[in-house]
C-alpha cells in the first residue's frame, strides 16, 4: 500500500513488447523504487495488471520511458512507446509524459550487479529496475513540487 499522499505519487513504466517494468516514486521527495513486472502477453491482462496498480497507489501521473537511438533519432520502438503512453492516458485518465529511456536498462543492469543480483534468472528485476531509473532521471529533470496535472 502507498506510505505517500497519493497526490504525490507517479508511476514510471519500462515498455517492452514481453514486459513491462514498473517503478513508482513520490514526487515531493523526488525518489524512486522498482514496484514490479508484468509479464502478461495479451495487452487486455497487461491493462488490467496497470489498472490494479493504479487504483492501490492512486498516482498523480504517469511517466513513460520513450526509447530513442543514442543520436536521439526514434526508431520502431520509440512509436510503440508513444501508443502505449496514448492508451494510458485515455484508459486512466491521467496525465502521461515521456522520460528519455536511453541506456536505462544498462544502469538498471549495474545497480542490480552492484546489489549481488543474478540477473540471467531474473530478468524482470532488469525492468522494474530500468523503470525506476527512468523515473528518477525525470524527477531529476523537472520540478515536481506541484503534483497539478500538466495534461
Given at each position: 500500500?502507498?506510505?505517500?499522499?497519493?497526490?504525490h505519487?507517479?508511476?514510471?513504466?519500462?515498455f517492452?513488447?514481453?514486459?513491462?517494468?514498473?517503478?513508482?516514486?513520490?514526487?515531493?521527495?523526488?525518489n524512486?523504487r522498482?514496484?514490479?513486472?508484468i509479464?502478461?502477453?495479451?495487452?487486455?491482462?497487461?491493462?488490467?495488471?496497470?489498472?490494479?496498480?493504479?487504483?492501490?497507489?492512486?498516482?498523480a501521473?504517469?511517466?513513460?520511458g520513450l526509447?530513442?537511438?543514442l543520436?536521439?533519432s526514434e526508431?520502431?520502438?520509440?512509436?510503440?512507446?508513444?501508443?502505449?503512453?496514448?492508451?494510458l492516458?485515455?484508459?486512466?485518465?491521467?496525465?502521461?509524459?515521456?522520460a528519455?529511456?536511453?541506456?536505462?536498462?544498462?544502469?538498471?543492469?549495474?545497480?542490480?550487479r552492484?546489489?549481488?543480483?543474478d540477473?540471467?534468472?531474473n530478468k524482470?528485476?532488469?525492468?522494474?529496475e530500468?523503470?525506476?531509473?527512468?523515473?528518477?532521471?525525470?524527477?531529476?529533470?523537472?520540478?515536481?513540487?506541484?503534483?497539478?496535472?500538466?495534461?
Amino acid at each position: 500500500m502507498p506510505d505517500e499522499p497519493s497526490g504525490h505519487l507517479v508511476l514510471a513504466f519500462d515498455f517492452g513488447t514481453r514486459r513491462i517494468g514498473v517503478a513508482v516514486g513520490a514526487a515531493m521527495l523526488k525518489n524512486a523504487r522498482p514496484l514490479t513486472t508484468i509479464s502478461a502477453a495479451a495487452n487486455a491482462a497487461r491493462f488490467e495488471a496497470i489498472g490494479r496498480l493504479i487504483a492501490e497507489w492512486q498516482p498523480a501521473r504517469l511517466v513513460v520511458g520513450l526509447p530513442l537511438a543514442l543520436d536521439g533519432s526514434e526508431h520502431d520502438m520509440t512509436a510503440r512507446c508513444r501508443r502505449f503512453a496514448q492508451q494510458l492516458h485515455g484508459r486512466f485518465r491521467l496525465p502521461v509524459e515521456f522520460a528519455d529511456e536511453r541506456l536505462s536498462s544498462t544502469a538498471a543492469e549495474a545497480r542490480l550487479r552492484a546489489g549481488g543480483h543474478d540477473l540471467r534468472r531474473n530478468k524482470q528485476a532488469i525492468d522494474a529496475e530500468a523503470a525506476a531509473v527512468i523515473l528518477q532521471s525525470y524527477f531529476d529533470r523537472t520540478d515536481h513540487a506541484d503534483p497539478a496535472p500538466s495534461h
